[in-house]
Nanobody, 128 residues
Framework: QVQLVESGGGLVQAGGSLRLSCAASGGTFSRYAMGWFRQAPGKERESVAA????????YYADSVKGRFTISRDNAKNRVYLQMNSLKPEDTAVYYC?????????????????????WGQGTQVTVSS
């Protein structure tokens, strides 16, 4: 069974930066497409960024393009989300997710129901 543990969340002022990390255990990390999602109070969970298992493809929501960067380190079984120029509207619980890939290693998945495993989430709060 795959376990995902997020870390790196916290309180930051607007304009600041945070780096989220998601550690995976169990299975073969290099076979997982990874994604970051977030859920703000009273809102549905939304896709923020995604990266294919081959690392060839990435996806960013329009709201974070140019500010967030997703990356992965297969040697460390980790995926990261570097968040710069943070805004109050980025406040949410951030989740990482993993999808086992076989013949679709070049695809960055964005749908919540396309992922097989989820972490517990880490809170990010951006003050104005």
């Amino acid at each position: 069974q795959v376990q995902l543990v997020e870390s790196g969340g916290g309180l930051v002022q607007a304009g600041g930066s945070l780096r989220l990390s998601c550690a995976a255990s169990g299975g073969t990390f290099s076979r997982y497409a990874m994604g970051w999602f977030r859920q703000a109070p009273g809102k549905e969970r939304e896709s923020v960024a995604a990266i294919s298992s081959s690392s060839d493809s990435t996806y960013y929501a329009d709201s974070v393009k140019g500010r967030f960067t997703i990356s992965r380190d297969n040697a460390k079984n980790r995926v990261y989300l570097q968040m710069n120029s943070l805004k109050p509207e980025d406040t949410a619980v951030y989740y990482c997710a993993a999808r086992v890939t076989v013949f679709d290693r070049g695809y960055a998945y964005t749908g919540e129901n396309e992922y097989h495993y989820w972490g517990q989430g880490t809170q990010v709060t951006v003050s104005s």
